[in-house]
């Protein structure tokens, strides 16, 4: 059996972040308003961490925990401190691709920045607008993420075959 991929028993702690939306993300900082910061913590098995919080209409957050939780309702299971053995970078990423606010820790050494230079452009020329109607760009697509559909008995992410995998 050698040589036929990684073990299942090694990957069981890694957590992919890909399939967590913006509304995972929402409704676990949801549940963290709901319960509050410490009953969240403690129900999910998370230690509180001040780095990197995630600020979301002026409040922070453990943005490990949230992202954690928001990885349960997108997958039905639980990202837990080991998903994060590798640094918070790739966490961060995710959280502020879904739009969301992360700030650095105190004293975090910062990467340096490539100087920002003002861009040149072409003007426009009345010859170059048309009257021909706009189709809505990717970018507004992309923004209107449809959420999963839930389970209606155990609140789970459903699965594509739209029959929940623990009530069935």
Known sequence: MAGRGPDRRSLRGVATFSSVTRQHILQAIAE??????AEFLEL???????????????LGYDSKAILGVAHRYATGRLAT?????DGMEGAV????????????PEGAPRA???PRTRATRTPRTPAART?????PSARSAAAR???PAICPTCSMALPATGICDDCS
Request: charge should be negative.
């Open 112 to 114: 340096p920045q490539a």
């Open 131 to 135: 009257s021909a109607t706009r189709t």
């Open 145 to 147: 993420e449809t959420p």
């Open 81 to 85: 401190s080991e998903a994060f053995r």
């Open 93 to 104: 990423m995710i959280l502020r691709k879904r739009g969301f606010e992360v700030t650095e």
């Open 32 to 37: 963290y308003d709901t319960r509050g910061g």
């Open 44 to 58: 999910y098995g998370f230690e509180p961490s001040a780095d990197y919080p995630l600020v979301h209409d002026g």
